[in-house]
């Protein structure tokens, strides 16, 4: 897990193409479907889907304990680094930053997207109704997906469509009750509560460090509702901290305490997450630290760890509820004829996000940039079907290319 950490490139998307060819088809950890099946039941949870995905890794192989550990390798590498950049932003500036040895990074992770896409393709699109629904989503998430509620909306409508089939049954029909262990979601709900009245308290007293407070309750908060990953992250927290903050009303409060950031600060970390192995969510900790800059170093750094653990310790502790209650109810046939629906409809994201990162990268200009872009893409889908490269070797390859070009 700690070398996916420091390679997985190309945000949730390249994620996938990873993930199958590290933990499937290299290491045998899971199957080729039951990975379908995490990436679909995260798609249906709000919070960070590629970090929940494999932190079920980590749960299937050891339990709780294991899925912890995993979860922290998997988020400590992007977090350090995030957490680091906040703190050369904040001292030498944005404009210092050099970014085109990571270039090349995209193009790559079309490639491991349209590989995983296409060994999705042979497992879960087998029948007629499972094509539909794969084309229909691939169009609709196209030219729809910014839109934060398309995902799951999205996914009950395909696990709607294939119940209309009665041909399709679990093997075991006999149902045996299972106990229910409340205890994450309990403890979701009482750290959500907490935090809120929390934050809430500071900023009518104007405690002390009122800010951190703010901090952990915003995270909390955004990692407990965002659908759709970094691409609405993102916007929440331009609008949280950038919109907001110089809003009309705030400014007529005058309220000196609260979080602001500047613009080009924030983007500069949207654009460097991208740029990263990890999650894209590890951008909580560069804004973090750049929302407590002003306090003082130890502030600042305090700011890195609470964006850290604010945005990810809700996805963690919904998956971990949510999951055990999935494998109960996918024994009823109701849910086991859904999961054919939602395995078309994954693949269709699958397809759609390879589509719409492409239209971000130039292959029809005619330059040299565009001819490697293409042979990057094509050479990365050709290497995973048909070689044992491992995925590391591939990265460091397209990070090489973007130094020399």
């Known amino acids: 897990m700690f070398l996916h950490s420091v ?44 970090t929940q995905t494999v932190t079920l890794i980590g749960y299937k192989r050891g339990g ?12 400590l590498p992007a977090c350090s680094l ?19 040895i990571f270039q090349f990074i995209q193009p790559m992770a079309i490639g491991f997207l349209a590989y995983a896409g296409f060994r999705a393709f042979k497992i879960s699109v087998n029948n007629f109704i499972t094509q539909v629904i794969m084309l229909v989503v691939m169009v609709v998430v196209y030219f729809m997906f910014k839109t934060p509620w398309i995902f799951p909306a999205i996914i009950a409508t395909g696990g709607i469509v294939t119940n209309f089939s009665s041909k399709r049954i679990p093997e075991n029909t006999v149902i045996k009750p299972k106990q229910i262990r409340w205890t994450n979601i309990w403890l979701f709900l009482l750290i959500f509560l907490i935090a809120g009245a929390l934050s809430e308290t500071a900023r009518k007293q104007n405690w002390e460090n009122r800010k951190a407070y703010n901090l952990f309750e915003n995270f909390y908060r955004f990692g407990s509702f965002v659908f759709g990953g970094g691409d609405v992250l993102i916007p929440m927290m331009l609008d949280q901290y950038v919109a907001r903050p110089n809003s009309d009303r705030m400014k007529q409060k005058g309220d ?55 945005i990810f310790l809700p996805s963690a502790l919904l998956v971990l509820f949510f999951y055990p209650v999935w494998q109960y ?27 719409y990162l492409l239209k971000d990268v130039s292959i029809i200009s005619f330059t040299t940039v565009s001819i490697i872009n293409i042979t ?22 397209c990070l090489l290319l973007g130094f020399i070009f």
Not at 64 to 75: N, Q
Not at 83 to 89: E, N
């Open 64 to 75: 709780v304990p294991l899925a912890i550990l995993t979860l922290l390798i998997w988020i």
């Open 329 to 355: 109810l996918k024994k009823y046939v109701v849910v086991f004829r859904a999961l054919e629906g939602i395995n078309a409809v994954v693949v269709g994201i699958m397809w759609a996000a390879t589509l």
């Open 82 to 100: 995030m957490g680091l950049l906040s703190f050369f932003v904040g001292k030498m500036g944005k404009d210092n930053l050099n970014t085109n």
């Open 376 to 397: 990057v893409i094509l050479g990365t889908f050709m290497i995973l079907q048909l070689t044992k490269i491992p995925a590391p070797f591939i990265v460091l390859f």
């Open 256 to 310: 000196q305490n609260i979080i602001r950031i500047e613009r080009e600060e924030l983007l500069t970390g949207a654009g460097m997450v991208r740029a990263i192995p990890g999650p894209v969510f590890s951008i909580a900790s560069f804004t973090g630290g750049i929302a407590l800059k002003g306090e003082g170093t130890k502030m600042q750094l305090l700011g890195c760890i609470i964006g850290s653990i604010g």
């Open 7 to 50: 390679t997985a490139f190309g945000g949730p998307q390249g994620h996938v193409g990873m993930m199958m060819r590290t933990f499937v088809e290299k290491r045998r950890d899971l199957t080729r479907e039951e990975l379908m099946e995490y990436i679909s039941f995260c798609q249906l949870l709000p919070g960070a889907s590629s």
